[in-house]
């Protein structure tokens, strides 16, 4: 393996088919345990051009070198996007928010337990689709890998329908988070060769309109370390933009909950109806595995603490 710091922007974005490293937080035990063994590192997370939290007119720019603790600390993030600066600070411990980059965060690898073991452990069993096997250990008839994204902060960047400035094979590209967190998600299932290239330069997130209120709302066993087991992040209140649910952690991506977000254009509906909306929407739409800490049924059960979100949100009455 064949590790170095980019000396500069230009190249970390010339360099053909490496991987780039933010804080090293999420690539590191996966080279400890031997599930990826990637040959050419780049360093990208000193570079200028993938720093700074800017305004700029009627936008924020935040660049993808940016540390999770920076970002859940900025006052500038917590007044324009308070999902975001929530999602940062819940995320990992605060050792891990000190080092691990926004860009790292939303890229980091899909989760599974057939997966994230030592060599030694997968040793018992054949190769899956993430080890260049031909299958899922999750769901064997599964034509792709079911392994889960546990990123809080890809649930709140898709909340705000937040871009992702990028450079891949030298190009520079602008498009929807969630378009390219799916793409990752899809590359992410398989080997080395097949995998995602491209360098996250910043992420754009363009200011909300006047009286929207918007949220964040994570459920982990141990609040001060672990992945979430559920996410939400929740935006409603203005007429000049829809509201929108997001769901993290029940699935290979985000899920977006359109029929649900639906209601809270209605002051009429509670609290209680909406999260069982989502709860029955996420039920249809996730894509759940066995994990760690918890049962396929008891998640379940878990995708209506959306409430919580909403009764601070919304209030008690609903409204
Ligand atoms: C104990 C523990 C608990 C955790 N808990 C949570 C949690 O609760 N919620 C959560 O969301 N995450 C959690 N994580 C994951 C952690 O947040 C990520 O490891 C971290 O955010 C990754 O950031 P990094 O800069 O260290 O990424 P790296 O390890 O450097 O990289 C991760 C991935 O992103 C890619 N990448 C990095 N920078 C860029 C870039 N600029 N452009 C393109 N690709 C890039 C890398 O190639 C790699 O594939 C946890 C991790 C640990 C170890």
Not at 232 to 239: E, K, L, M, T
Not at 291 to 297: Q, Y
Request: net charge negative; aromatic share 6%.
């Amino acid at each position: 393996m064949e590790m170095r710091t980019a000396v500069s922007f230009e190249d970390a974005a010339m360099t053909a088919s490496c991987t780039y490293m933010g804080g090293g937080t999420d690539l590191m035990p996966l080279f400890k345990n031997g599930v990826r063994k990637d040959e050419n590192i780049v360093l990208v997370g000193k570079l200028e051009e993938l720093k700074g939290i800017r305004e700029d007119g009627a936008v924020l720019s935040i660049g993808a070198a940016e540390t999770l603790t920076d970002i859940a600390e900025s006052e500038t993030v917590k007044a324009l996007f308070p999902a975001l600066a929530e999602a940062a600070g819940k995320t990992a411990s605060p050792q891990i928010r000190n080092i691990a980059s926004l860009g790292g965060n939303v890229m980091q690898d899909r989760r599974c337990i057939y997966y994230n073991q030592s060599e030694l452990w997968r040793s018992a069993l054949d190769g899956c689709y993430k080890t260049g096997g031909g299958k899922c250990q999750q769901v064997p008839g599964s034509p792709d890998c079911r392994a889960i994204c546990y990123s809080d902060t890809a649930t709140a960047l898709i909340l705000y329908d937040a871009e992702a400035e990028y450079c891949e094979n030298g190009e520079l590209h602008t498009c929807p988070v969630s378009e390219l967190v799916s793409r990752h998600s899809r590359a992410n299932g398989l080997s080395f060769r097949e995998r995602l290239h491209v360098l996250i330069i910043r992420f754009l997130l363009k200011k909300r309109p006047e009286g929207e209120r918007s949220g964040f709302y994570k459920y982990s066993l141990r609040s001060s370390i672990d992945f979430p087991l559920i996410n939400y992040a929740v935006r409603f209140g203005s007429a000049e933009a829809a509201p929108k649910i997001v769901a993290g952690a029940a699935g290979p991506e985000p899920v977006v909950l359109e029929d649900s977000a639906l209601l809270l254009e209605d002051n009429s509906v509670s609290n209680e109806e909406i999260a069982v909306s989502c709860a029955a929407e996420l039920k249809k739409k996730a894509r759940i595995i066995k994990e760690d800490l918890i049962s396929p049924a008891r998640k379940r059960e878990m995708f209506g603490l959306v409430l919580i979100l909403l009764e601070e949100l919304r209030g008690n009455d609903g409204k």
